[in-house]
């Protein structure tokens, strides 16, 4: 394991819905960071936080809100998702934004009806 | 702009033989590189990454990456392959100075084959 766990592992959800995904690091990390992954796609970086602070948000729909309560929780809102909003979304974390070996969660398997 | 480019979306080999996995990188100035892999229903995992000094930086499982600027290449190799290695592997690139945007490649799936 490494250290960095997501919940829930898989979600299903329609179009009108709002949940959440969580993610928690117990690495002491100060930066954690949100991808999104498809199949046959470079890794898409949607969001970066460092000592709580958003530094990153790259272009990603306002319908994607995330929101870091502490260095060690990190969690993305979702409401009115698009079905290509399926996707893993993994979580990572680093030491800080600089040193940036990231270490990732397991990932959230989302599909959207 | 960063960029990098891992040209081959799958990649076979034996077990026992070697393996290499290729990664282009395009960045300004000089660059931090990385690989990870990733399981089946997992996250990715850190392999290795170079920073500065020695051009082949071994990593985790056997695996080592040479740095080659002149190239800009990062290829990922291991002498002698596993069917426990079949896995989808990223190559990573950042720049040391500037943006501390992480940017991965496609990714490339090995299968190592018994």
């Known amino acids: 394991e490494t250290g960095v766990t997501q919940t829930p592992r898989h979600l299903v959800m329609g179009m009108t819905n709002k949940k959440s995904l969580k993610c928690e690091q117990h690495l002491g990390h100060n930066a954690m960071y949100w991808y999104k992954q498809s199949a046959k796609k470079p890794l898409e970086l949607m969001f970066v936080y460092n000592f709580k602070e958003q530094t990153e948000n790259n272009s990603v729909p306002s319908r994607f809100s995330p929101e870091c309560p502490n260095s060690s929780h990190l969690f993305l809102h979702l409401h009115t998702l698009q079905p290509e909003d399926s996707a893993l979304y993994l979580c990572a974390s680093s030491r800080d934004r600089d040193t940036d070996t990231q270490y990732f969660g397991p990932g959230t398997r989302l599909t959207v009806l | 702009a960063q960029s990098v480019a891992q040209p081959e979306d799958q990649v076979n080999v034996a077990e026992g033989n070697p393996l290499t996995v290729k990664c282009t990188y395009s960045v300004s100035g000089n660059p931090y590189l990385f690989w990870y892999v990733q399981y089946p229903n997992r996250g990715l995992q850190f392999l290795l990454k170079?920073?500065?000094?020695?051009?082949l930086v071994k990593g985790s499982y056997g695996f080592e990456a040479e740095f080659n600027k002149s190239q800009t290449s990062f290829h990922l190799k291991k002498p002698s392959a596993l069917v426990s290695d079949s896995a989808l592997y990223f190559c990573?690139?950042?720049?040391?100075?500037?943006?501390?945007?992480?940017?991965f490649g496609a990714g490339t799936r090995l299968f190592v084959k018994a």
């Open positions: 990573a690139v950042r720049a040391q100075t500037g943006g501390f945007k992480t940017i």
């Open positions: 170079y920073i500065t000094g020695d051009n």
